[in-house]
Structures are given as structure tokens and as C-alpha cells.
């Protein structure tokens, strides 16, 4: 029994120590719903003048703040909070950090403390997320242009079960997914895994195009490269997705890129 201890003693601590060595960011993408557009513009101010000030003074850069493209008039009112963290320890402390900011509770004191019949949103989802090891770090979008114009695509990839989930995160890594991307100037955000979130098993990741004829332009070549049409047919990669959800988003005026 204490050598069976020890192994596992020796397993567990080389798997902390391989850990530490590979840095991956995780990621928290926060989803606001609401009901009206007084709770949309309440939260949008939180955000904009309590929430990313606060998190940048903890030393949390990076936040990107989104918008879905309308579609038709019945288009839900939503906001999106992309949040990258260096640890998963800071992600754990963080609404302590907050609670305990000057400037969160000042200037979102509106937001903070509405009452129980005013509510600033209708609900938040919260999904956590852990960066690919061949992309471990985020890529803010360098994009420049109009923001109006921007087509930021937030993809995610269900699997119908898990050992298929793992082969479509190897075909971002090993298969080389990711360097097409790269190679062809998709301008990704991140890739990540899902840890924890409504629709496991699956991934998400976010690609940014200057506007909708370039994200057309750069999904055509894509296709039609021949390093997907070798990559698709490879059989272990047969199957990996059961759902494919996508997002047209666009950068509000006070996320960081």
C-alpha cells in the first residue's frame, strides 16, 4: 500500500511539474443576456467604466468586449466578455480581488447594487477555457479598420463523445489546423478547450477578418487548400464533430481590440 501511495504521490507531482513548465492561459467567456435595452446599457456602463478598469489594475490585459451582428429584428440583446487569466488561481480569486477594488465598487455601484426588480441582465453564462498547447497565449486582433466592419467569429465544436473531442483538439495541434489558420491570416484570438460549460465535450475558438468579404475570402482558400483536403480525409479525424455553432461578433468601442 505505501509503495501504491508513493506512485501515485510521483505521478501526481511530475503532472504539476509538466504543467507549470508549459504556461497555457485559461479563458472565461462571459455571456450577458437581456431582456430590455435599460439593462444592456446599465451592464455596458459596469463594463466600460468599473469592470476593465478593475481588471487591468489587477494586471489582467486583454479583455475583449462583443456584440452579435444582427440577423433579423428578433436577434437576441447580448454581450460578450472574453477574460484571460495566466493561472487558474486567478481566476478562482478574482471576484475576491474585485470585492475588494476601489474602482469596481465606486463605479459600479449602479450596476452592484440594483435592486431586485430592476436587474441590470436577464442571466450571465459563464464557460471556462484552456488555451491549445500550440497556441498557448492569446493574439489580441491586430485588425485596425472600422470596428463597425469587423467580423469576429467565435466557433465552437461539439463532439458526440469525448475520445472524439480529444482527436479534434489533435487536429488543431498535431494535424496542423492551427498553421493553416496562421498560414492563411485568420487573425485567431485563441483556441481552447472547454472545461467547463453547457455543451460538452467541445472547443471554441475565435478568428478576426477586417470585414465580411474578407472572412468570405479567407474561408474559401481555406477550403479549398490542400492542406485541409488531406487533413479532412485522414480517418481518425472522421466524425470528431456532431454541432458546429457560430458567431458573427464585432468589438464594442471600449474592448481592448
Known sequence: ????????????????????AQVQE??????????????EKLT???????????????????????KPRSTDSVTPKKT??????????????????LAANETHKTQGKPYLTAP????????????????????????????DGPRKDRIYELRSYESATEELYKKKVNMFNEGGEIKLFDRLEFNAVFYAEVLSGPTMPNLMYMT???????????WKAFVESDEWK???????????????VTLFLYPTKFSDY
Do not use: W
Not at 501504491?4 to 510521483?10: G, H, M, S
Not at 456602463?45 to 476593465?52: N, P, R, T
Open 44 to 66: 455596458d456602463a459596469y463594463l466600460k467604466d468599473a469592470f476593465l478598469p478593475a481588471l487591468k489594475e489587477l494586471n489582467i490585459k486583454n479583455i475583449g468586449v462583443f
Open 26 to 39: 485559461y479563458y472565461q467567456l462571459k455571456i450577458y443576456t437581456f431582456s430590455s435595452e435599460e439593462q
Open 116 to 143: 431586485h426588480d430592476k436587474p441590470p441582465y436577464k442571466r450571465i453564462e459563464s464557460i471556462l477555457m484552456r488555451a491549445f498547447k500550440d497556441m498557448p497565449i492569446m493574439k489580441p486582433s491586430k485588425l
Open 1 to 20: 500500500m505505501k509503495i501504491t501511495n508513493c506512485i501515485i504521490l510521483i505521478f501526481c507531482l511530475s503532472t504539476l511539474l509538466k504543467a507549470q
Open 230 to 244: 488531406n487533413l479532412k480525409v485522414i480517418p481518425k479525424y472522421q466524425n470528431t464533430v456532431s454541432k458546429n
Open 80 to 97: 460578450y466578455v472574453l477574460i484571460p487569466f495566466s493561472s487558474l488561481t486567478k481566476f478562482l480569486l478574482l471576484d475576491e480581488a
Open 208 to 218: 478576426t477578418h477586417a470585414d465580411k468579404e474578407t472572412r468570405d475570402t479567407n
